[in-house]
């Protein structure tokens, strides 16, 4: 229970005052006016003129932002920061399942550290936010944005990030990792894959990471383990993340999902990421994690400024049971879609790509295609179904590395470039060759296209567009549309 508060004490002074007040019969008692300030306890304001010494229930009379990472904050409580303040706002309380913790409102600005620290919490919101760093990177930055963190062995989670724009940060706008210890970062590959931790139902939604270093958003844990479960992000941008010189083993990137079971990437955008020192980097991708649905999205002119990488969509090493589908990728200068094993301890296997489009990717880095897999490893099983790959020069579909192990399966893909693709001997129903297309990639009237696709157990029932697939599909990405 909170104590009684000066306002509370007021009010039953007035009201005790009132019942023993003796009035005269007939006679009017001249009205008094007792002004009361209501507040309520469970908001509180931060500005940068605030001080400890108010209340900081009203933004006339605010916090300070030391006073607020002073203060234990309750479930239920709301945060909320007036105009601008400097420095970073950090949190180890949690909310409730009914009563989250919401942050919410204004700006957030630090030219040397993070902008919101969330530690081992649960049950967070985080809304309608700008968080602003300096857009200076050193070589080693540890600066992000949004920084989650988790180091007592626990499960932490139901955290949303919803609205929130995130600029100028060295590491990320948005970064989530875990420690063995407080006093212990990473111990071993045996102990992350042991490690009982992790982060639970975490999503991000309409969120902007522009302009960072390392990366936009990467959602991780410990790698090699797979500690974090159900891993939402959706309806956001990640571009101009220009990377860090030198960095490795890879800079640069838009959005990652890492160390994860159970993730989906909806409806995003990665471009331009890599511009400045782009290496061996991606805009949208995941690695060292299971069923993993990357979907609806879109990444282009993403940029490496080696000769490793800069695609635009990547299911990489250490995963399992993954899917690509709905997505366009242009004008990378990697692969637009890359399957690629780099040695991850926990393998890769049964992953898919299908039902995407790659239009002149790969334009600088000449040995990727629109679709290229392989690695320094082999993977295991991988099917190719039902993508449109369209390039002026090279091959559609490439291979770096080892074969794939098991089932290599590519089938009713447009392969339409000059070279011819990289393709399994079991391999069947592609059309190769410069392949004729409508605009926005529709086959043409009378095109071998049309009706043609093999059916295979599992494949969705509508195309690209989201057109319902009736009768015979179509081979390609995009269903026959009569005129």
């Known amino acids: 229970m909170k104590p009684w508060t000066l306002p509370m004490l007021v009010s039953l002074f007035v009201v005790s005052c009132t019942k023993t007040l003796n009035t005269p019969s007939g006679a009017v008692p001249p009205e008094t006016k007792h002004p009361v300030e209501v507040l309520d306890e469970h908001i509180f304001f931060i500005s940068a003129t605030g001080d400890s010494l108010n209340h900081g229930h009203s933004p006339e009379k605010p916090w300070d932002l030391a006073t607020a990472n002073r203060y234990t904050f309750q479930p239920g409580d ?125 999503t991000v939604n309409r969120c902007v990471t522009d302009s960072n270093g390392f990366t936009g958003i990467q959602i991780g844990g410990s790698w090699p383990g797979k500690q974090n479960r159900n891993i939402v992000i959706k309806n956001t941008i990640a571009s101009y993340n220009r ?21 989906l990437i909806d409806s995003c955008t990665a471009s331009y990421n890599g511009w400045e020192y782009g290496h061996a980097n991606v805009g949208i991708w995941t690695y ?56 991850d301890p926990n393998g890769m296997k049964n992953n898919a790509i299908r039902y995407n489009i790659s239009y002149n990717d790969a334009r600088k880095n000449k040995q990727y295609g629109g679709i290229t897999y392989g690695g320094q490893v082999a993977q295991e099983n991988l099917y190719l179904y039902n993508n449109t790959i369209v ?24 392969l339409s470039a000059p070279e011819q693709s990289a393709l399994s001997t079991s391999a069947s129903n592609n059309l190769s060759g410069i392949v004729k297309l409508g605009d926005q990639f529709f086959p043409l009237a009378g095109s071998k296209a049309i009706d043609a696709a093999e059916e295979i157990k599992g494949l969705p029932s509508t195309d690209f567009y989201g057109t319902p697939i009736r009768g015979i599909r179509d081979i390609g990405a995009v269903e026959y549309k009569p005129d």
Not at 139 to 155: K, M, V
């Open 243 to 263: 990377g860090i010189k030198g960095m490795q083993p890879h800079t640069g990137n838009g959005i990652i999902i890492t160390n994860t079971s159970n993730g």
């Open 391 to 414: 390039k002026p020069e090279g091959k559609a579909i490439t291979r770096i590395g080892y074969e794939v192990k098991g089932l290599l399966d590519i089938r009713n893909n447009i």
């Open 78 to 202: 709301i945060i909320e920061i007036i105009e601008q303040v400097e420095g970073t706002l950090t949190l180890n309380e949690s909310g409730s399942a009914n009563q989250p913790i919401t942050i919410k409102g204004g700006t957030i600005t630090n030219k040397s550290g993070h902008g919101l620290v969330l530690y081992n919490c649960d049950h967070i919101i985080v809304r309608n936010l700008q968080i602003r760093g300096s857009g200076q990177f050193n070589s080693n930055p540890t600066d992000a944005g949004i920084y989650l963190l988790s180091d007592d062995r626990q499960r932490h989670g139901n955290i949303t990030i919803d609205e929130v724009v995130v600029k100028g940060f060295g590491l990320a706008g948005i970064y989530s990792e875990l420690a063995m210890s407080p006093n212990t970062k990473w111990e071993s590959e045996a102990a992350s894959m042991a490690y009982p931790g992790g982060f639970d139902n975490l």
């Open 288 to 343: 060292t994690s299971d069923n993993i649905t990357i979907q609806r999205s879109i990444a282009f002119r993403n940029q490496s400024k080696s000769s490793a990488d800069g695609d635009g969509f990547d299911i990489d090493g250490g995963t399992s049971n993954c899917v690509m589908q709905y997505n366009l990728a242009y004008e990378n200068d990697g692969a637009g879609f890359l399957a690629y094993e780099f040695g």
